[in-house]
């Protein structure tokens, strides 16, 4: 509804503030004396003489029309969807999931980058090794139902054990939180969780990103990603290198999932929903699945190069294979007995509910193994003695000659 009264007042406010007279306004537009003196009373202009007036006044058809100018919309980063003051009031909160007894730490939250001391007088040819890593799909499944903390584990466990298997010792981490909006409470349990996780790998949370972008990312998403500093001796490198025919290979237990195949056990809870609250060795499946990965670090630590490790798999996305693949020299096979492999129940349960070829799990899901140590035969004995105190350990192949890298013999007892 237009307010004729308050137009009338607008058009006669913005003649004056041009500087012009009704007559004035009359010549230009060629009209009437009485006919700008109608409009300043309350008499609308028809449509054709609204542009011109407009346009003479330097205001819009629009303003004339609302009786007012529009007021110039002021921007600022909190109406963009970042609040400046709420990001650094939650940047002290999480200041206390960042202190550390750690000596080689040189600072702390606040400046432009993590100062870390590498001086290793015990390694004469230190050498860095490097790992980026995320959660992948699970964390999609962490939002969903609850397991904030738990995902960092996840993150953390996978990135250390990456470069344990390269002989490393984990020393420092950086993590990277990407979010549509930043709550502050689930932001802390991040910290929170990634700090505890570095701690538990006797590693230390140094620094990282906090990363709010609420034009790309949806409100509710949080995408998280860490990378690992850790250092090794030059001689003391596990690469797979000293792999040679007659090793025995071990295979160290998985806890279930770990951090991997996630897609297709979203795609069988999207199809069977029932799945969801099915139980499994006393579990519910969500429970089973959400089982943060295992740690491998502090069972690994024990054992190097020197005694008898030739090389280490981290069996992740691609299964047995996709990964032992990467340590096996040329012109040697490592054979493997799935039949010796001991499937734990929630991967028996995949499979029976997906109706899933065994090729398939294999070469999605860990299926139990979920690392694998390549030793001289003759220590094998020993060092399946010695990571037992911490999981299940026990042989599933030998190194042979051959062409393939890895080659499956029998199926595995689902």
């Given at each position: 509804?237009?307010?004729?009264?308050?137009?009338?007042?607008?058009?006669?406010?913005?003649?004056?503030?041009?500087?012009?007279?009704?007559?004035?306004?009359?010549?230009?537009?060629?009209?009437?004396?009485?006919?700008?003196?109608?409009?300043?009373?309350?008499?609308?202009?028809?449509?054709?003489?609204?542009?011109?007036?407009?346009?003479?006044?330097?205001?819009?058809?629009?303003?004339?029309?609302?009786?007012?100018?529009?007021?110039?919309?002021?921007?600022?980063?909190s109406?963009?969807?970042?609040?400046?003051?709420?990001?650094?009031?939650?940047?002290?909160?999480?200041?206390?999931?960042?202190?550390?007894?750690?000596?080689?730490?040189?600072?702390?939250l606040?400046?432009?980058?993590?100062?870390?001391?590498?001086?290793?007088?015990?390694?004469?040819?230190?050498?860095?090794?490097?790992?980026?890593?995320?959660?992948?799909?699970?964390?999609?499944?962490?939002?969903?139902?609850?397991?904030?903390?738990?995902?960092?584990?996840?993150?953390?466990?996978?990135?250390?054990?990456?470069?344990?298997?390269?002989?490393?010792?984990p020393?420092?981490?950086?993590?990277?939180?990407?979010?549509?909006?930043?709550?502050?409470e689930?932001?802390?349990?991040?910290?929170?969780?990634?700090?505890?996780?570095?701690?538990?790998n006797?590693?230390t949370?140094?620094?990282?990103?906090?990363?709010?972008?609420?034009?790309?990312?949806?409100?509710?998403?949080?995408?998280?990603?860490?990378?690992?500093?850790?250092?090794?001796?030059?001689?003391?490198?596990?690469?797979?290198?000293?792999?040679?025919?007659?090793?025995?290979?071990?295979a160290?237990?998985?806890?279930?999932?770990?951090?991997?195949?996630?897609?297709?056990?979203?795609?069988?809870?999207?199809?069977?929903?029932?799945?969801?609250?099915?139980?499994?060795?006393?579990?519910?499946?969500?429970?089973?699945?959400?089982?943060?990965?295992?740690?491998y670090?502090?069972?690994?630590?024990?054992?190097?190069?020197?005694?008898?490790?030739?090389?280490?798999?981290?069996?992740?996305?691609?299964?047995?294979?996709?990964?032992?693949?990467?340590?096996?020299?040329?012109?040697?096979?490592?054979?493997?007995?799935?039949?010796?492999?001991?499937?734990l129940?929630?991967?028996?349960?995949?499979?029976?509910?997906?109706?899933?070829k065994?090729?398939?799990?294999?070469?999605?899901?860990?299926?139990?193994?979920?690392?694998?140590?390549?030793?001289?035969?003759?220590?094998?004995?020993?060092?399946?003695?010695?990571?037992?105190?911490?999981?299940?350990?026990?042989?599933?192949?030998?190194?042979?000659?051959?062409?393939?890298?890895?080659?499956?013999?029998?199926?595995?007892?689902?």
């Amino acid at each position: 509804m237009l307010d004729n009264k308050k137009i009338a007042g607008f058009i006669a406010k913005k003649r004056r503030e041009s500087g012009l007279t009704q007559a004035e306004v009359a010549e230009n537009l060629k009209v009437s004396f009485q006919a700008v003196s109608k409009w300043e009373n309350g008499t609308l202009p028809n449509i054709e003489m609204l542009v011109e007036l407009a346009e003479l006044l330097h205001v819009t058809v629009d303003e004339i029309l609302a009786g007012s100018e529009k007021c110039e919309e002021s921007f600022s980063y909190s109406k963009a969807g970042v609040d400046i003051s709420y990001t650094d009031s939650m940047k002290k909160e999480m200041a206390v999931y960042l202190k550390s007894e750690d000596k080689r730490v040189l600072n702390g939250l606040g400046p432009f980058a993590s100062l870390y001391d590498i001086d290793f007088p015990e390694i004469k040819n230190p050498v860095l090794v490097l790992k980026s890593e995320e959660p992948g799909s699970k964390q999609k499944l962490a939002m969903e139902y609850g397991y904030c903390e738990s995902i960092c584990h996840d993150m953390i466990n996978h990135l250390v054990n990456d470069i344990a298997v390269m002989g490393a010792r984990p020393l420092a981490v950086l993590d990277t939180i990407v979010c549509g909006n930043a709550e502050k409470e689930t932001i802390k349990s991040f910290v929170k969780g990634i700090s505890a996780a570095c701690r538990e790998n006797e590693c230390t949370l140094v620094g990282g990103e906090t990363s709010i972008q609420p034009q790309v990312v949806d409100r509710g998403v949080y995408i998280l990603t860490s990378s690992i500093a850790g250092i090794v001796s030059k001689d003391e490198i596990i690469d797979g290198s000293a792999i040679e025919e007659g090793d025995a290979v071990l295979a160290v237990a998985s806890n279930g999932l770990h951090t991997n195949g996630y897609s297709l056990v979203r795609m069988l809870m999207d199809r069977i929903p029932r799945i969801k609250l099915d139980k499994v060795e006393g579990e519910t499946f969500i429970e089973q699945i959400m089982k943060p990965h295992a740690p491998y670090y502090k069972a690994l630590k024990s054992v190097t190069r020197k005694s008898g490790i030739h090389g280490m798999a981290h069996i992740t996305g691609g299964g047995i294979e996709g990964n032992l693949c990467r340590i096996i020299p040329d012109s040697l096979t490592a054979e493997i007995d799935l039949s010796s492999v001991r499937p734990l129940p929630i991967f028996s349960y995949i499979r029976k509910t997906g109706n899933i070829k065994e090729e398939e799990m294999l070469s999605t899901f860990n299926c139990g193994v979920g690392l694998i140590i390549v030793a001289a035969k003759e220590e094998s004995v020993q060092i399946r003695k010695q990571i037992s105190g911490f999981y299940d350990c026990y042989e599933i192949g030998q190194i042979r000659k051959g062409n393939k890298k890895v080659v499956f013999r029998q199926h595995i007892e689902w």
